[in-house]
């Protein structure tokens, strides 16, 4: 069966994590004086702590150490691109390597960009809020010439460092009404509702969801959650997870999920780890899916097209997201502006066996 296309029309709800102004992190780049001052130590030991561990007492290191987590300090290995400006380095944050469309998007971003003569490198925020401020705060040293994000910046103090870098940056993955610079779109509200009405016109009744509880997995959850109330069928409460990092989350979601005793027709995965691993569980319970359980995903991957019966899900063209990323930057780099600083990307509900 050939793709249903999905185009875009409702904006995604981003959240917006404010700023804690209180923070040493809110206002600029942390010095090395101000971990010092916090450790009780000189800023030479501080350096030191890092370049030569060895030399340093345990109690001073883990001093140093603590100093260096409540400052968000990140010591600059890059001096010579601070003094020269610019490098010619591009990063690309993505949520997980875990995920091979992620992988997709990047690699497609990157034949662009080390086609225009930069160099791509990636770096993993792991849905990571916390990992995510190092990371930003470690392009402050860096200086890079730009920057790809497989997904949207939420926390304030991100976008904040983001502004003061004042380089070009293009989001992704979510429909936001206010991206910080250019951004490749796709509507996570509009494949979330999808999903509940080719669930319940394929005659599902007790519907439920398994997803993340932050970023893109909390706005597929509520626009799922909604569309199930409004198209009169019941919405079964699922798991929602404080992180995911490979298919074993799936597994554990779904087992948590079924082991509470409730009458469920079919799931929806919010990610294509969660999905590959609810199915794996399934089969591993013998259930027969759909006969017993019907599962859903988001994203694609070889993995979901090879488990039988195949899993249906609700995908992203990952290699479309990165190309087009990657023709925005090196417009701007290369002094053009982007026909477009917004570009609205359909998603495609791909149907396998298992819905």
Not at 17 to 28: F, L, T
Not at 169 to 176: D, G, T, Y
Request: hydrophobic letters at 45%; proline letters at 6%.
């Amino acid at each position: 069966m050939p793709d249903i296309v999905i185009p875009v029309e409702a904006l995604d709800p981003v959240q917006r994590i404010p700023c804690d102004e209180a923070s040493p992190a809110a206002g600029g780049p942390v010095r090395i004086e101000e971990v010092a001052r916090r450790a009780g130590v000189s800023s030479i030991t501080v350096s030191r702590s890092f370049r030569k561990p060895e030399l340093v007492s345990d109690t001073t290191r883990a001093r140093v150490e603590e100093a260096v987590r409540a400052t968000g300090f990140s010591l600059n290995p890059h001096a010579s691109a601070l003094r020269s400006g610019r490098t010619n380095i591009i990063t690309a944050f993505i949520s997980t390597v875990a995920s091979p469309q992620f992988l997709r998007a990047a690699d497609a971003f990157a034949l662009v960009l080390e086609g225009a003569g930069y160099e791509v490198v990636l770096a993993r925020t792991s849905y990571s809020y916390e990992r995510e401020i190092r990371l930003a705060r470690t392009l402050e040293q860096m200086r890079p010439a730009g920057a790809f994000i497989t997904g949207v910046l939420e926390q304030e103090l991100c976008r904040s460092i983001f502004r003061r870098l004042a380089i070009p940056v293009v989001e992704s993955w979510a429909n936001s009404s206010s991206p910080i610079d250019m951004l490749v779109a796709v509507s996570n509200t509009d494949g979330a509702r999808t999903a509940a009405r080719f669930m319940a016109e394929r005659g599902y009744r007790r519907l439920s969801f398994i997803g993340r509880a932050s970023g893109r997995g909390i706005i597929r959850h509520t626009a799922f959650r909604e569309e199930c109330r409004a198209l009169g069928v019941e919405f079964v409460e699922g798991e929602i997870l404080a992180s995911v990092r490979s298919a074993d989350d799936g597994r554990a979601a779904l087992s948590r999920l079924l082991g509470r005793g409730e009458r469920i027709d079919a799931i929806f995965c919010a990610n294509d780890l969660l999905a590959c691993g609810a199915l794996i569980e399934a089969r591993a319970r013998g259930l027969d899916v759909p006969g017993d359980l019907a599962l859903m995903g988001f994203g694609d991957s070889d993995l979901m097209q090879a488990i039988a019966p195949g899993l249906t899900t609700v995908t992203p063209d990952p290699e479309a997201i990165g190309r087009l990323a990657g023709e925005m930057l090196a417009a701007r780099l290369g002094g053009r502006p982007p026909p477009e600083t917004t570009i609205l990307l359909p998603l495609h509900l791909r149907v396998r066996g298992s819905v």
